[in-house]
């Protein structure tokens, strides 16, 4: 109903408005349990743990963001990585057919200069040249190269080994004549130190004929009084002559037995050689008796000069 003042009523049992009186004294009694400090603290945890969720829940898109550029970057890097490796294969093939190209010119050449070298009038154009110690600097590298390498050691029929024995033979040749002999003794003497080197290095029974080429430049340069007295006096050369008498191919220790020849015909150095000569004295006796006449020959004839008590200076 409707009173004076405007305002409106409702009717309301008096049995609910004591229930809800009850209900209402109950909720008094009840919530100051209920909202304690716990409760209140739990609530701001309960805030602070969902903020720092949405916080983590943002840093989680963002690392996922990260990651899948990182995804995308690794994916092109992996695909120029791929094209990379590509080129390289290219230019390591085109590098291995210009070092083929290179070792097969490197063949023709010497082995057209070593058989051009075996004319005296050639061998002085070439010792007149500005360039010929740093060629024979370059071929006694290349020779320690090619010694040194396990793969090639023993492949003196590949073009690697005819491009070294090329370079043997010529300066072979070049030892051979007297202006030769003087170049090499005054302005290559680090390649015959080299050369000796190089007979220690080289494995019994391979590179024969490489070591045949050496004994026999190291024979020439014997013949020149300097290089006489400086093969004497160098205790590698002497230390492989013994070695070299025990090689199992016959031209070696032909080649040997001819280098110790010549080296003992002068007295003082055979005075100089004499106990080392007395090591090697049993190997040259076995090779008098070997059947190789050549061989043979030499070792006979060696005996003969190294004869009686040991020379006196």
């Known amino acids: 109903m409707s009173g ?9 049992r008096r049995q609910d408005v004591e229930r809800l009186t009850t209900e209402v004294m109950q909720m008094k009694e009840i919530l100051p349990q209920i909202l304690n400090q716990d409760l209140l603290e739990s609530i ?43 080129q390289m294969a290219q ?11 290179c070792t097969q010119m490197g063949s023709a050449l010497c082995t057209l200069l070593w058989a051009v070298s075996n004319r005296e009038e050639t061998v002085r154009n070439i010792v007149g040249m500005d360039e010929t110690a740093r060629f024979f600097s370059l071929a006694g590298q290349t020779l320690s190269s090619f010694v040194e390498s396990p793969a090639l050691s023993e492949e003196e029929d590949s073009e690697e080994g005819r491009f070294v024995l090329g370079l043997a033979g010529t300066i072979t040749n070049v030892a051979a004549v007297s202006c030769g002999r003087d170049f090499l003794m005054s302005s290559c003497r680090e390649l015959m130190e080299n050369w000796i080197h190089l007979l220690g290095k080289i494995r019994s029974g391979t590179c024969s004929r490489l070591r045949v080429l050496i004994l026999m430049s190291l024979y020439n340069v014997s013949i020149h009084r300097e290089g006489l007295v400086w093969m004497s006096q160098h205790s590698g050369l002497r230390s492989r002559l013994q070695q070299l008498l025990t090689d199992p191919d016959s031209e070696v220790c032909l080649h040997t037995l001819r280098l110790i020849q010549s080296l003992v015909l002068e007295p003082e150095v055979l005075h100089m050689l004499w106990e080392d000569l007395q090591d090697c004295l049993p190997h040259i006796t076995q090779l008098s008796h070997t059947a190789n006449p050549d061989v043979q020959k030499m070792a006979a004839e060696l005996l003969e000069e190294l004869k009686g008590p040991a020379p006196h200076t």
């Open 44 to 86: 701001q945890r309960l805030e602070h743990a969902e903020s720092a969720l949405e916080e983590r829940e943002m840093d989680c898109e963002h690392m996922r963001s990260r990651l899948q550029a990182t995804q995308n970057q690794s994916v092109r890097a992996s695909e120029e990585n791929q094209a990379l490796l590509l």
């Open 4 to 12: 004076s003042s405007g305002a409106e009523f409702v009717l309301v």
């Open 91 to 101: 230019l390591r093939e085109h590098s291995l057919q210009q070092v083929d190209f």
